[in-house]
């Protein structure tokens, strides 16, 4: 079974800097593309960022210099670091697995991060 | 960068209805559309990718269509578990840029 669980949401300042983790169970998370979409609240979806299988990795302008996607294979999880918080960066994060494609087959349950003084 | 426009933002219709949502590219993105239902306070959930292919387990009630700048997501009977925002997400390369989305109520 597919599952994906996430953890390191917080309210932190802005300046500030936070990791997020994403622990994936029932498939490789090196072998897939693996996203980070947020959701401010009461609005749409982000697109923040990807990891390809082959390391490639892409980012939004808005989160660009300032966001890193990275992957530990030995623990089969995908992390979001964020560094210069800013309060629009205020959302819900979720990671997502796309299997063979760029769509997002599944998603972990979500985390929120506050920026707020 | 490609922009995805969805009409309408909004809609109510009744029970039994049919709904369309339309997706627009600002370029052309062949058939790299995928959709997405989320419920209120829910996770997004897929629904179609490649346009057209309906996600395992989803009902045959949805179905999508289009190709190239112009897509649509079909409600052939609409049900009161529909009730959801819709968004449309393109993915033929960076960045995977969604819809606004259409929010779906019950008249």
């Not at chain 1, 498939?27 to 009461?42: D, E, I, K, L």
């Not at chain 2, 309906?54 to 179905?63: H, N």
Request: hydrophobic letters at 30%; aromatic letters at 12%.
């Amino acid at each position: 079974e597919v599952q994906l669980v996430q953890t390191g949401g917080d309210l932190i300042q802005p300046g500030g800097s936070l990791r997020l983790s994403c622990a994936a169970s029932g498939f490789t998370v090196g072998s897939n593309y693996m996203h980070w979409v947020r959701q401010a609240p009461g609005k749409g979806l982000e697109w923040v960022s990807l990891i390809y299988s082959g390391g490639g990795t892409y980012y939004a302008d808005s989160v660009k210099g300032r966001f890193t996607i990275s992957r530990d294979n030995s623990k089969n999880t995908l992390y979001l670091q964020m560094n210069s918080l800013r309060a629009e960066d205020t959302a819900v994060y979720f990671c997502a697995v796309g299997f063979g494609s760029g769509y997002s087959d599944y998603w972990g349950q979500g985390t929120l991060v506050t920026v707020s003084s | 960068d490609i922009q995805m426009t969805q009409s309408p933002s909004s809609l109510s219709a009744s029970v039994g209805d049919r709904v369309t949502i339309t997706c627009r590219a600002s370029q052309g993105i062949t058939n790299y559309l995928a959709w997405y239902q989320q419920k209120p306070g829910k996770v997004p959930k897929l629904l179609i990718y490649a346009a057209s292919t309906l996600q395992s387990g989803v009902p045959s009630r949805f179905s999508g269509s289009g190709s190239g700048t112009d897509f649509t997501l079909t409600i052939s009977s609409l049900q009161p578990e529909d009730v959801a925002t819709y968004y449309c997400q393109k993915y033929n390369g960076a960045p995977w840029t969604f819809g606004q989305g259409t929010k779906v109520e019950i008249k």
